[in-house]
């Protein structure tokens, strides 16, 4: 094991043997294994967005086995996706990947103040060979308290048996702006909720500049925090998860062109990022083009 990811596990001393096994196997894996710097494949899109919306750019998509092929092939640390797509082929690709199984999930069909359903347990990821759950918090939310009250309980389930924990730490509802959800206060508050909730690895959005909250506002001038670069931003963000001994990846957002997603790779590896969970962005483009991107991706992480 390298010396970058004993220095990373020796941050989760807490944690059982297992867990932090499975924190390894994902550390280890893949193009990026023991550099301590990550590359996740997510696929929730089709039952957060619907199936045209996500995989008719690339029909290749519509078939479960098709990620599991992509975060394969293109060395991927991990795969992450809801229960139904993980039992379409966690047999057929077992130990070829390590998995994380996403245990809550909303679909795009309802308004309202934003709180995904409980769709797998902590059983679900333990028969399907799973090196960790994920699930998705939502600070800001009106129903923010019931999801913090439910990562508390699966957390501590999932430890218990020796899973790691990923936590998406989506900031959004009614008491936040449009602009606001990526707000460096505002993504740097949701990195630190989620720390504070027990996730062993963190997905937030790339900051903006924009800070949202008049109190914060005022300790960042004051402080002369430094925003106005993407890796400055980062690089705060980060320091926000217990001052850097908390795993926090980035996430893709939207699909857009290459050159865009490289320059933002770029600020996320300058700022100390350790990686990127990347979906739209890969798995919607013709499968050679997505290895391409990812092993393109990797590369800035791995020499930053």
Partial sequence: ?????????SWYGNENAGTLTNLARLLNHGRLGGTGKLVILPVDQGFEHGPARSF????????????FELAIDAGCNAYAAPLGFLEAGAAEFAGD?????????????SKGEPCSAVTGGVEDALRLGAAAIGFTIYPGSGERNTMFEQIRELTLEAKSVGLAVVVWSYPRGAGISKEGETAIDVVAYAAQIAAQLGAHVIKVKP??????????RKVY?????????LSDRVR??????FNGRRIVIFSGGPAKGKDEILEEIRGIAEGGGFGSIMGRNSFQRPKNEAIELLHEVMDIHKNA
Wanted: glycine share 2%; no cysteine.
């Fill in 1 to 9: 094991m390298s010396k970058r990811v004993k220095e990373i596990l």
């Fill in 56 to 67: 008719a750019p690339n029909p290749s998509g519509y078939d479960p086995r098709y990620h």
């Fill in 236 to 241: 705060h963000v980060v320091q926000s998860a």
């Fill in 207 to 216: 900051p903006s500049a924009h800070i949202e909250q008049d109190a914060a």
């Fill in 97 to 109: 990947v390590p998995l994380i199984l996403k245990l809550n999930n909303s679909d795009s069909l």
């Fill in 221 to 229: 001038e004051k402080e002369s925090i430094p925003v106005d670069s």
